[in-house]
């Protein structure tokens, strides 16, 4: 199987119908997420989104890049920046220089801040 060079690019744009859905369907109901008045009184002032929709806009770029091909997996992430509620955010990654099936991943936001890195490793399943 030959490997790609780049995951395909997929991008979100969050909203607080986005958050509110995405609470719901992961049972994550804090007000950092939901509430205004809330999250205006911590350190980001504003409602952020969570952190795993950015994972899963990554996963989403995993798939998409290698849909059906048999393939194992490992990824390796951490989060380096928050989300905004209202900010769109871009999920992707590029084959490491001489590393065959080793990427570097990322979630940035259109500014180039990163806000998710990390390491993926694909091995061709026979």
Known sequence: MSL???LKTLSLETSAATAAAYAELSHDFNPLHL???FAAATAFGAPIAH???ALNLLMQSIAATFGDQ???EHLDIRFSAPVKVGETILAGGEMRDGAIGVYDVW???PDGV???TGTLQ???VA
């Open 4 to 6: 790609p060079t780049s």
């Open 35 to 37: 509430d205004p008045d």
């Open 51 to 53: 952190g795993t929709m």
């Open 70 to 72: 048999p393939v194992s």
């Open 107 to 109: 979630v940035r936001k």
């Open 114 to 116: 990163t806000t998710l």
């Open 122 to 124: 694909i091995e061709a």
